[in-house]
């Protein structure tokens, strides 16, 4: 998990624009999975080191 995190951020950092649009991604997605624990999903950023700017979660703030 933490591999995607971390490449998620490094596809992402360098512009606002893209770490929105992938906040908003992860929102939809997360939305349509089943069963989602969306506190471990939430925590994972933290418990890999990176900050994405928002906790993942189906009910992200994606106004970055």
Known sequence: ?????KS?????KASRLERIA???CIV???KSISGLQAA???GL???CG???GYKPSPTAN???
Do not use: F
């Open 1 to 5: 998990c933490c591999a995607g995190v």
């Open 50 to 52: 990176v900050n994405l």
């Open 62 to 64: 994606c106004n970055l």
């Open 8 to 12: 998620l951020y490094a596809a992402t």
């Open 28 to 30: 939809t997605t997360s």
């Open 40 to 42: 471990r999903v939430a």
């Open 45 to 47: 950023p933290a418990a």
């Open 22 to 24: 992938a906040c908003k």
